[in-house]
């Protein structure tokens, strides 16, 4: 296996706290509050225990929480943990940052339509979760979303792609406003050595 090709110099950016909030509390339903204060610890963030972060925050933060993360718990339970944080990161996207008029408009719309619309709207709001990375996307078919420097995997060298948060979270906006048969994929992962972390969402 290659080791990973970050090659990462851009200063560090900041990234929704969404990527630390709903991790925490997908590892406080599913494994309870002691396994996530160890992680937590683990990545040096035990201070956002008491009070899940409301703003930006810095993408080294998020880096070290997927790190820990991946560390504590390998294989499916680390990918039960970041999807279930992605779908919850989704719901919260769909209930506070995505207009209701827009949603009205994209349920009934035709689906090669309303992924385009959706896809263009991720695309605004990359910097949100791409951070420093540099972010790129086609309309597909099938849609595709390729983040070079990935917050999410920085120093994780593994054998799968580790970025299940943000592919569980394309797939939740995708089968809620373009096709109930939306499935999202990480097809490749700067952790497994790939250039770039690469998803696509067909349906």
């Known amino acids: 296996m290659q080791p990973p090709a970050h090659g990462h110099t851009a200063p560090p950016g900041r990234v929704g706290p969404n990527a630390i909030t709903r991790v925490g509390e997908a590892l406080d339903a599913l494994y309870g509050r002691a396994t996530t204060h160890a992680v937590f610890a683990d990545a040096g963030l035990t201070g956002y225990l008491d009070a899940w972060p409301h703003e930006m925050v810095d993408e080294r933060e998020v880096a070290a929480l997927n790190r820990a993360l991946h560390a504590a718990l390998p294989g499916d339970s680390f990918r039960q943990v970041t999807r279930d944080a992605g779908r919850r990161t989704g719901d919260y996207l769909l209930a506070h940052r995505i207009p209701k008029p827009v949603q009205a408009v994209l349920r009934p719309a035709p689906a090669w339509l309303a992924g385009r619309v959706l896809l263009k709207a ?26 070079v420097n990935c917050p999410l995997c920085h120093d994780i060298r593994a054998d799968t792609p580790v970025c299940d948060t943000y592919t569980a979270t394309f797939e939740r906006l995708f089968r809620e406003l373009v096709s109930p048969r939306a499935q999202a994929t990480e097809t490749a992962c700067q952790a497994t050595g790939a250039p770039a972390c690469r998803f696509e969402i067909r349906w």
């Open 122 to 147: 991720i695309e605004r709001h990359a910097w949100t979760f791409a951070g420093s990375g540099t972010f790129a996307a086609t309309a597909g078919p099938p849609v595709t979303v390729t983040i």
